[in-house]
């Protein structure tokens, strides 16, 4: 099922030159009538699967793998919340050095920001996770069986370049969750659903309304 051909119609009068007359009508789709997941099932973890994204796939390859079918890419991008997929979408590793090397230039390797290793004391005990975002002059103090320890430098924190950082946010891109494939047809009814029109005066039918202008209603 594509999603484009489940779209209703709509005819909006015509204003090309070579119009016959004022009466006439060109049929389009009506991109402006959206479609999302219902939100009652939105924040349903149970019928969603986590998938992650391999390198060089695509939407398309996405859905047949997942559903068997390239044409319910569709269905991939709205149960993952993905509207923009130049932005939303894992680049390619080719594509993505590309990317970054355009946007940073000879900056490429620059530390970007630091964060900090992980210290344990002389028992094992967790004193400072890693991960966290610190200034480059950070330093740790703590006590470790009544002595005092300070670790500073390359000791407590490591620097993340811009390279390390947009491969890190890209990587993020790559975990999606997907509808499970046994809700999946009772999605694609609600689909239809959806998209059909109701009684308005711009009303023909259920999947076509009329309207003397270019503005479109979703009623």
């Known amino acids: 099922m594509s999603y484009f051909r489940e779209l209703p119609n709509v005819e909006y009068q015509s204003f090309l030159s070579d119009a016959i007359s004022s009466k006439e009508y ?3 789709k009506n991109l402006f009538r959206r479609n999302k997941l219902r939100d009652d099932l ?15 796939a695509r939407p398309d390859t996405v859905a047949e793998d997942f559903y068997g079918s390239a044409d319910l890419d569709w269905v991939v991008l709205m149960t993952a919340g993905i509207i ?7 680049l390619s590793n080719y594509a993505l050095y590309q990317y970054a090397e355009q946007k940073y230039g000879d900056q490429l ?7 900090t290793k992980e210290i344990k004391d002389s028992k094992g005990r967790l004193i400072l996770p890693a991960g966290k975002v610190v200034d480059e002059d950070f330093v740790l103090n703590y006590s470790d069986d009544g002595n005092k320890v300070s670790v500073a430098g390359t000791g407590v924190r490591i620097g993340v370049s811009n390279w390390e950082y947009e491969t890190i946010q890209n990587n993020k891109k790559s975990s999606i969750y997907l509808l499970k494939q046994g809700y999946l047809q009772q999605f ?24 003397e202008n270019t503005k479109v209603t979703i009623n």
Do not use: A
Request: proline share 2%; charged share 25%; glycine share 4%.
């Open 109 to 115: 390797s620059d530390v970007r920001y630091y964060e």
């Open 188 to 211: 694609l009814n609600d689909m239809r659903e959806i998209m059909i029109y109701g009684i308005s005066s711009e009303y023909v039918n259920e999947s076509l309304i009329r309207t």
């Open 42 to 56: 939105q924040n349903v973890f149970t019928i969603f699967n986590k998938y992650e994204i391999v390198e060089g």
């Open 84 to 90: 923009n997929v130049r932005d939303e979408w894992p």
């Open 26 to 28: 060109l049929t389009v």
